[in-house]
């Protein structure tokens, strides 16, 4: 692993590659994902799929053997006040999906950041183990350089407020092209037309800020055309 952070990274503008894995994966299977390698995080859903809170421990516990954070996408917008107790099972970062409104940035971000940057409340056993940080002061400062925050944005109007949603405290806006292409179907005339419009108008308005876009489903191959519109990760 790099010894920078996955969040700095982000914000330096590496290109960064994710794998996802199920959440219902067996420990032995997940390992053998792990152990592939050539990425640099893996990502896990509980939006689309069965989910309890044992299965998360258990995987965040097989991940922290490999070092490789773990992204965790919550299971509703409306559950964003739950952030942090998520985070106390393991995940190192959050997705959060569907996101409409300002509102919806500033809960996930007062859920997932410790005081003084949020409200995120002290405790879990569970939770990503700080190198070297125990004190309380030491290891929220830790968590609030390193944790990484994403919001999914899935609308026109999200992607047409896109500098709007990437408010302090968040590290990468990523698409879910399947809900954005039945949004951009209901706007005909739109002069967004595909998810690669959207996809190139979100990398413009957030050039510069240090915010990352992610984009789902992008064969290898085709990597270095979105690296080209500004696109810096892909899962």
Same mark, same amino acid.
């Given at each position: 692993m790099s010894e920078k952070s996955l969040k700095q990274r982000i914000h330096e503008g590496e290109i960064i590659i994710g794998r996802g894995a199920s959440i219902m994966a067996d420990p032995d299977e997940l390992r053998s994902i792990l152990g592939e390698g050539g990425f640099d995080f893996i990502s896990t859903d509980s939006q689309h799929s069965a989910f309890n809170e044992e299965r998360l421990v258990t995987f965040c516990d097989v991940a922290d053997e490999f070092d490789i954070p773990v992204q965790f996408r919550i299971k509703h917008t409306r559950h964003a006040y739950l952030i942090g107790n998520y985070l106390d099972l393991g995940p190192t970062g959050i997705e959060v999906p569907q996101v409409e409104l300002e509102s919806t940035v500033d809960e996930a971000v007062d859920a997932f950041y410790y005081p003084q940057v949020g409200k995120r409340s002290w405790g879990g056993a569970s939770r990503k183990v700080a190198p070297d940080q125990s004190g309380r002061l030491e290891y929220a400062q830790w968590w609030n350089e390193n944790g990484v925050l994403w919001m999914q944005i899935e609308s026109i109007n999200a992607?047409? #407020?896109?500098? =709007?949603? *990437? =408010? !302090?405290?968040?590290?990468? /806006?990523?698409?879910? !092209? *399947?809900? /954005? +292409?039945? +949004?951009?179907?209901?706007? !005909? #005339?739109?002069? /967004? @037309?595909?998810?690669?419009?959207?996809? @190139?108008?979100?990398? *413009? @308005? /957030? =050039?510069?800020?240090?915010?990352a876009v992610c984009l789902r489903g992008v064969d290898p191959e085709d990597r270095d055309r979105y690296i080209d519109m500004g696109i810096t990760m892909f899962l």
């Open positions: 992607v047409t #407020n896109a500098r =709007k949603i *990437a =408010k !302090p405290g968040i590290d990468c /806006l990523s698409f879910g !092209p *399947a809900d /954005l +292409s039945f +949004s951009i179907e209901s706007y !005909p #005339n739109h002069f /967004l @037309q595909t998810v690669d419009d959207c996809a @190139q108008h979100v990398a *413009a @308005q /957030l =050039k510069d800020t240090g915010v």
